[in-house]
RNA sequence: GGGCCCGUAGCUUAGCACGGUAGAGCGCUCGGCUCUUAACCGAGUGGUCGCGGGUUCAAAUCCCGCCGGGCCCGCCA
């Protein structure tokens, strides 16, 4: 039996089988600031033409900012005065960060930050730009002959009814600045006719009656027919893009009719995907629903939002929840051990996914070496422990604990400390209750729980601590003796006082604990729980 | 009105294109590490594969119909 492949290499079979040179595109609207779902295009975009070229194809990937497209919603946090805006394209509304030159420039920063922290090289395309340089108006030209044509296309593939006169190209308002108002119903060589007088709900047109050179670049076509040109143009022979497009009658139902009759030109091959849900609901941006790159790098490395869309099937739904940040981690670390045969898999094809889809997250080449892992999980209970933890502790720790093998490399201790810090800020903002080491606030109360040979246990522990401050190990052993000289199994001792400190049964390593709250704290933690039963 | 995806152990899921004894991880339980405690190791535990039909010697897998969950298109991009 065959193993299984990647579904990247699976897809990558199939398009080599069609012609051997590709051209990758994909694209994003930059209505405001992207979220992790939005990643998905240029990253399997960068993926599919990596691919391509390691079996000997020629690729490039592109990644197209929808630019000139019209704001139709303010997005929070960004203030409600932008609804002025609502309607222009984003090349000509203010940053409202006030950094760039525009709203568009700003996002698209954004954006293109995100793309090389996760290592895509994508070759960056401005729709903007595109229509003002030309590389747009043949198709421009050809849309506003054939455009009889393209309604026909509308009516019958998407059941979109336009009147008789309408074209599909959305000139900027010369009065108010608006192109999602404006309706062109005549056009004379390149000069198209206009009014601004629709309304879209979101905006309304000024009444302006005008006309516009598309050599100027001062509109854009309607989306459908912008797809096709895009992909004519371009010559695009592969496109991912979300479930959206894909629906029947949908805009690449519609588009691959264009291209073909319109353009003479073919339909690029899709990877349709489904999208990236946050917390079992759809991130929207206009609702202010969403999670972005930004906020991921502040919690975990770029690898492992790559590793979150590779390790599964495209077309599958993807939930993320925050809270289980941990359980991807070390799912993310179990793949990085079985790349680098630290770890088995009893499947040769699980092992052989596993295996593909920590390389495909990579970013550029995975090294030689395997790096010194320190779990996201127990990163979360170290910070908690020693907040200020410095290098050498952190590294005496993880010798103690087995997870060093190796003398620690520059890029391994980087590695380390960035693991810290994101695991301090997830435990911050994000940790769930139950993930958060949490002490008692009143550990009298727990006294009725506990038994009274493991109250004498912690007022003999208490004493223990007053005395001197102990060596960790040398601690550790003394709480065994103690338990044994009460005939108390140890295990019993160590839930009390895991009990007088966070009011539940276990916890971190007891003596690192102590150590980590000072032990004048603990006794009067101790002695509280032990004493308070007779008194109430 | 139309389309897509998902439903497999308490949780997360692999397997389904090409039918052949349901497989992981987490959790849980127990044990080990002459002393263990949110770190390490081992074992055990656990599934009417959403429901009902059909095809077949054989169905989680193929076909039809339902149910439940989610998303999308039909306005704009």
């Known amino acids: 039996m065959q193993v299984k492949e990647h579904w990247l290499d699976e897809f990558v079979n199939t398009v080599l089988d069609r012609f051997k040179e590709h051209v990758v595109a994909s694209g994003t609207s930059i209505s405001g600031s992207a979220h992790i779902g939005n990643i998905a295009d240029p990253l399997f975009a960068h993926a599919i033409a990596v691919e391509i070229r390691r079996r000997g194809g020629k690729a490039v990937a592109l990644w197209v900012a929808d630019d000139m497209d019209p704001l139709d919603s303010v997005p929070p946090p960004i203030p409600r005065e932008f609804n002025r805006y609502l309607g222009m394209p984003y090349v000509d509304i203010p940053d409202p960060y006030k950094c760039c030159r525009s709203w568009a420039e700003h996002f698209t920063r954004e954006f293109l930050d995100a793309t090389e922290k996760l290592g895509l090289d994508v070759k960056y395309l401005s729709g903007a730009v595109m229509y003002r340089d030309g590389t747009y108006l043949p198709w421009i030209r050809m849309a506003l002959e054939k455009a009889g044509n393209i309604r026909t296309i509308l009516l019958r593939v998407s059941g979109t009814s336009k009147p008789s006169d309408w074209l599909p190209y959305m000139p900027v308002c010369e009065n108010c600045g608006k192109i999602g108002t404006t309706y062109a119903y005549d056009f004379q060589g390149d000069k198209v006719l206009y009014e601004c ?43 991912p893009f979300g479930k959206e497009h894909a629906a029947a009658g949908g805009s690449y139902d519609t588009s691959k009719v264009i291209v073909k009759d319109v353009f003479n030109k073919e339909p690029p091959i ?8 946050i917390n079992g609901k759809k991130m929207s941006k206009s609702r202010g629903n969403i999670f972005t790159p930004q906020q991921w790098f502040e919690i975990a490395p770029p690898q492992a939002l790559k590793f979150f869309f590779f390790r599964v099937h495209p077309m599958r739904h993807k939930d993320f929840r925050v809270e289980d940040l941990p359980s991807l981690m ?33 970013v550029g080449e995975p090294g030689n070496v395997m790096p010194i892992q320190l779990p996201y999980d127990f990163a979360v209970v170290l910070v908690q422990l020693y907040p200020n933890i410095s290098v050498e502790r952190l590294l005496e720790i993880l010798r103690l604990t087995g997870h060093i ?35 008692l606030e009143d550990p009298s109360l727990i006294s009725n729980v506990l038994s009274d040979n493991q109250k004498r246990a912690l007022i003999k522990a208490a ?26 199994p140890p295990h019993e001792f160590f839930e009390a006082a895991y009990l007088a400190l966070m009011g539940k049964k276990s916890g ?29």
């Open 330 to 362: 070390s799912e993310y670390e179990r793949a990085e051990r079985i790349y680098y045969g630290f770890e088995v898999v009893s499947d040769p094809k699980l092992m052989a996914l596993a295996k593909r889809s920590y390389e495909l997250s990579q």
């Open 270 to 277: 899709p990877l349709t995907y489904e999208h990236v849900m």
């Open 463 to 488: 004493e223990l601590l007053l005395e001197r401050e102990w060596d960790v190990n040398e601690l550790n052993n003394k709480f065994f003796e103690l338990s044994r000289t009460l005939s108390l």
């Open 508 to 536: 971190p390593r007891l003596v690192n604990f102590i150590a980590a709250m000072g032990r004048e704290k603990v006794v009067r933690y101790f002695l509280a729980a032990a004493t308070s039963a007779k008194s109430g």
């Open 197 to 239: 007088t629709m309304d879209v709900g979101y905006a309304k047109g000024c009444g302006y009656r005008g006309e516009c050179d598309v050599k100027d670049g001062r509109g854009k076509l309607q989306w459908r027919v912008e797809w096709a040109a895009r992909w004519a143009a371009l010559n695009v022979t592969i496109e």
């Open 405 to 439: 093998w190796r003398e620690p490399t520059k890029e391994d201790i980087d590695r380390l400390v960035t693991r810290l810090n994101h695991a301090s800020t997830w435990i911050k903002k994000y940790a769930p209750e139950g993930a958060k080491i949490k002490l």
